[in-house]
Nanobody
Framework: QLQLVESGGGLVQPGGSLRLSCTAS???????IGWFRQAPGKEREGVSC????????NYPVSVKGRFTISRDNAKNTVYLQMSSLKPEDTAVYYC?????????WGKGTLVTVSS
């Protein structure tokens, strides 16, 4: 069964950086992957996505220039490098892929940006 496991979350001060990882139980090299986040009381939103070979990435305005998505298909892992973090980036971060019409999600990793 396909599983996604996120890691790397934690408490960081405003302006700080974190790198999140998402490791899959299957080969990822044919799938596009996205990172999403959900803050308390808010809907889940996409924060980045990357094509299967890593040649194309996309970010919303809210994180563009601060977040960088990358992938290492040999390790079945996708990364989200986050810098210049703001309190409004506080959320549970999830990775997700779509396979055969089914969307799979990890359990998430909590990022808290606070002084």
């Amino acid at each position: 069964q396909l599983q996604l496991v996120e890691s790397g979350g934690g408490l960081v001060q405003p302006g700080g950086s974190l790198r999140l990882s998402c490791t899959a139980s299957v080969n990822l090299d044919v799938y596009a992957i996205g990172w999403f986040r959900q803050a308390p009381g808010k809907e889940r939103e996409g924060v980045s996505c990357i094509s299967s070979r890593g040649g194309a990435t996309n970010y919303p305005v809210s994180v563009k220039g601060r977040f960088t998505i990358s992938r290492d298909n040999a390790k079945n892992t996708v990364y989200l490098q986050m810098s210049s973090l703001k309190p409004e980036d506080t959320a549970v971060y999830y990775c997700s892929i779509g396979v055969g019409g089914v969307r799979y999600w990890g359990k998430g990793t909590l990022v808290t940006v606070s002084s």
